[in-house]
Each structure stands twice: as C-alpha cells, then as structure tokens.
C-alpha cells in the first residue's frame, strides 16, 4: 500500500492572539461571556430605574446580593485562564492513504482482508453533514455485522470536526478516552458499542455488537503500522507557570473542568 508521507514544510511559529486561544477554549468564552454580562445588566437595570424615577434602593440591595456570584464568576474565569490551552496550528496534512478514483486504492489493507470489496460502501452519501468535506469516507461490513469506517480529510481539523459530527449524529452515550487513546462509546440508537480514533487527518470508527469486539477490531486494523510517523498533535497550555494552580484547585471539579478531557474532536 502506498501512504502518503508528503508533509508541508514547517512555517515560523508566532504567538497565538486571544482570538485564537478563546476559539479553542469553549469554557473560557462562556466564563468571560458571564463576567462581562452580570454588571452590564445590573448596569442596564439601575439606569432604567433611574430614568423611571424609582428608587435605587433595590438596585443597591441587588448588587450586594450579587457581589457574591460576580466573585465566583471571576474565579471562574482565573481558572478556565490557567487551563486555556494554545491551538495547535499550523494544520497540516501529515500522513494519508493513497487515493484512487474517489476511493482507497488499497481497500484490503485498509479495511482488512475480511472485509470485501463488494461490502464496501461510500460512506459521504449514506452520512451527509458528517463526511461532507472528506477527501474519501468509505466504509466496510463483514459478515459478523461489524462494520469499520475510515474517512480521510485535507487537514486533521476537519478530522476533528467530523469526529464530533459523528458523535452528534449518532447520539453517543458513555463516552470515555481521549484523544491520544481514542475514544469508546454506545450508540444509542442502534444499541451497539464504537471505538473512534484519530490520527491526523484520518478517521477510524469501529462499530460491533459489544465492546471487547470493537477493542479486537482496531488491534487487527494496527494503525501505527498503516499510518507511519502519524502523532496525536498535542496543545501546549497558554500560561505554562500557571499550571501546577490547576493541580492544586483541582478539588472545585465543575470549575476546572475534568483533568481528563472526554470529548471528542
């Protein structure tokens, strides 16, 4: 099988901007969006009432009452900054699979030699919104009714966007791993168990009646094998002194958020 070790040449690193760091940083918008709303709707409230000619008794009283929540929204806010994590940029390529037509050319060492050519299925039409900006999603049945799908993309962050698309799509239930190990969860629907990893721009999801069957899947599939020189890309933290603050607040579970992430993507 030929893969693609082609990679683009490195660019000069440069220091990501708050845009870019808040853009990879859910919990750190959603903190600042909550330190900055309270007071301006206090703010909002008292000139009202002014303007109405009421009392600002009651606004005062309100203030104080919400003295409290602004100091826990501030510290929200501290420790979701620790945590925020540097993008991992610049995006590029990195290892693939050689294409052919729209297809994988070497389908048996992708998808194994148990899997037939006929029982091999283009898996951009059958799930639109999830592969749509894949460079080729196919996926493989075998006679045990497991299936293995395999989606290759320009960049590993439509990758990372596909694997959330799936996550959402199928409704996955019991999510556990990461994005070094991969990740293992419940298909609610369909009642079955998935193992989803990536590595790079290339996605596999393994899909079986129990978990141990999915686990056996990806072993065969022997991915390090297939994909030479293909790394989890790691983000480094924005305030790297910052961090052993995490350790220490790590008790306050809900603010820092789990030290082992779960999602997926």
Known sequence: MKVSLAMNSPSQPSLPGVVDVLRVNERLIIALAMLAGLPFTLAVVGVMMRVCG??????VF???????????VVALFVAQWVRARI???PEEPGPGFAIQGGKF????????ADVPAFLIRDAKAVMPGVFDEAEVAESGFTVNVETMLVAQFPTPREARKAALAYHRAFFLQNVTGDEALGWKARRSLQGDYVEMVRRGRVLFVWACLSPEACTERRQQCDIESLLPGCSVEKSAPHFSALQPVTETLSSLGWLLGRKEDRSIG
């Open 54 to 59: 009421a009392s600002l008794k009651p606004e």
């Open 62 to 72: 309100a203030v104080g009452v919400a003295a409290a929540s602004i100091i826990a």
């Open 87 to 89: 993008p991992v940029r």
């Open 105 to 112: 050319a070497d389908r048996e060492k992708v998808f194994g």
